[in-house]
T-cell receptor, first 114, second 113 residues
Framework: NAGVMQNPRHLVRRRGQEARLRCSPMKGHSHVYWYRQLPEEGLKFMVYLQKENIIDESGMPKERFSAEFPKEGPSILRIQQVVRGDSAAYFC????????????FGPGTRLTVL | KQEVTQIPAALSVPEGENLVLNCSFTDSAIYNLQWFRQDPGKGLTSLLLIQSSQREQTSGRLNASLDKSSGRSTLYIAASQPGDSATYLCAVGGETSGSRLTFGEGTQLTVNP
């Protein structure tokens, strides 16, 4: 059973471009979470999704950021018009059940905005 | 708003020493607590998960305890090895949302040969 997969592992964008980060949860997992780790800071929750539904987006910046988890395919975290402050490691986690089970983390996507 | 604090921020010990990492949280209404390990430039590896109804969990040389009423958890590492060098993160799951994790800033552990 493959673990949580994220791609790309490293992404470089210039200010104003769009960044698309992909996350494929573990097989059989229907809950996906996105976290962001800014340089020298701890991980912060961004959004929690189930298939085709956003359950909790209270940690998501109000502008430029969006997330989806379609019926087929990976979950996508999209950042429009990136700024230097978006440079961070973005981690995806998945679990088979909400609340009770371990969250399994992917290796992360390291976004650098020039 | 839940806040998670980890003490110490950094720890350097000689190989073979037993050590304790501390985690405290401000809101005791948690669903579970998880300890992770993060190696530089890598993702998170789950070490132990403690449900709110449990007092401790053990895996190999690791033992994690939970005192929900006082808002504390400890991670005990026995007979430390250089391969244990990493950042250890404590994360608590919120009761109402059920799923989001609130992380501490971690303890950076160095085990010297």
């Amino acid at each position: 059973n493959a673990g949580v997969m994220q791609n790309p592992r490293h992404l470089v964008r210039r200010r104003g471009q769009e960044a698309r980060l992909r996350c494929s949860p573990m097989k059989g997992h229907s809950h996906v979470y996105w976290y962001r780790q800014l340089p020298e800071e701890g991980l912060k929750f961004m959004v929690y999704l189930q298939k085709e539904n956003i359950i909790d987006e209270s940690g998501m910046p109000k502008e430029r950021f969006s997330a989806e988890f379609p019926k087929e395919g990976p979950s996508i975290l999209r950042i429009q018009q990136v700024v230097r402050g978006d440079s961070a490691a973005y981690f995806c986690a998945s679990s088979p059940l909400a609340g009770t089970d371990t969250q399994y983390f992917g290796p992360g996507t390291r976004l650098t905005v020039l | 708003k839940q806040e998670v604090t980890q003490i110490p921020a950094a720890l350097s010990v000689p190989e073979g020493e037993n050590l304790v990492l501390n985690c405290s949280f401000t809101d005791s209404a948690i669903y579970n607590l998880q300890w992770f390990r993060q190696d530089p430039g890598k993702g998170l590896t789950s070490l132990l998960l403690i449900q709110s109804s449990q007092r401790e969990q053990t895996s190999g040389r690791l033992n994690a305890s939970l005192d929900k009423s006082s808002g504390r958890s400890t991670l005990y590492i026995a007979a430390s090895q250089p391969g244990d060098s990493a950042t250890y993160l404590c994360a608590v799951g919120g009761e109402t949302s059920g799923s989001r994790l609130t992380f501490g800033e971690g303890t950076q552990l160095t085990v010297n040969p």
